[in-house]
């Protein structure tokens, strides 16, 4: 028998025969625990670097990362699963790849135009979509962590985000000033306005932002 409650209840929590279970978001430790623990059920071992790497793909949803275990234990065979393995078999998520990509755009590394490239020969007008409203959505954490004064768990609560979309953002606009932030957004959001109005293409207001982007 299992009981939706959506109040808490001490009353429940007495109950010798009932056992409490917390269906919130789990903390990325505990998500990593969780599917290294998991790859055991499919009969897989895995690195340390490859469970992590997972996770973050799969922007700790656990969901989908059981999705990808199920597709990971056809691969291996038996063998086991290393990080090389999860970057040549399970597709980042455009969430994830606008951190990679922002993260290259604050560090000046050079990565930044194969990062696009990636993006852009998945020729996936759908996917392109999602990575504008990721990018707009990314800087938009950036500022509030700059000017609300919150902690990652009090921000992303009152966000109603994840507390690792928080952190993210905040790793990634470490670099940026908040007048940068506030820049960039208006950088992407005039650009996704010419794109939705018709006047460019998906993938080219994806380029024209990330070089946009790397005038900051």
Aim: include cysteine.
């Amino acid at each position: 028998l299992v009981i939706s409650n959506r109040k808490p209840s001490a009353d429940l929590r007495k109950k010798l025969v009932c056992e409490v279970v917390d269906c919130g978001r789990e903390s990325e430790d505990v998500v990593e625990r969780w599917t290294a623990a998991l790859c055991r059920n499919f009969g897989l071992t895995m690195d340390y670097d490859a469970v992590s790497a997972l996770c973050a793909y799969c922007l700790y949803d656990m969901t989908r990362i059981v999705s990808e275990l199920k597709k990971l234990a056809d691969f291996a065979g038996g063998r086991n699963v290393t990080r090389r393995d999860i970057e040549q078999n399970v597709s980042k998520d455009a969430e994830y790849q606008v951190y990679e990509l922002t993260d290259s755009i604050q560090k000046r590394d050079g990565r930044s135009m194969a990062i696009l490239e990636e993006l852009l020969g998945k020729n996936d007008a759908g996917y392109l979509v999602l990575v504008i409203g990721a990018l707009f959505a990314n800087f938009s954490r950036m500022y509030a962590v700059k000017t609300a004064g919150l902690s990652a768990a009090e921000l992303a609560k009152k966000l109603k985000v994840k507390e690792y979309a928080v952190k993210m953002s905040a790793k990634n606009g470490a670099r940026f000033s908040a007048e940068q932030v506030a820049r960039a957004m208006e950088m992407i959001n005039d650009t996704e306005y010419r794109f939705k109005s018709g006047a460019l293409a998906a993938d080219v207001a994806v380029r024209q932002i990330v070089l946009k982007l790397l005038t900051l």
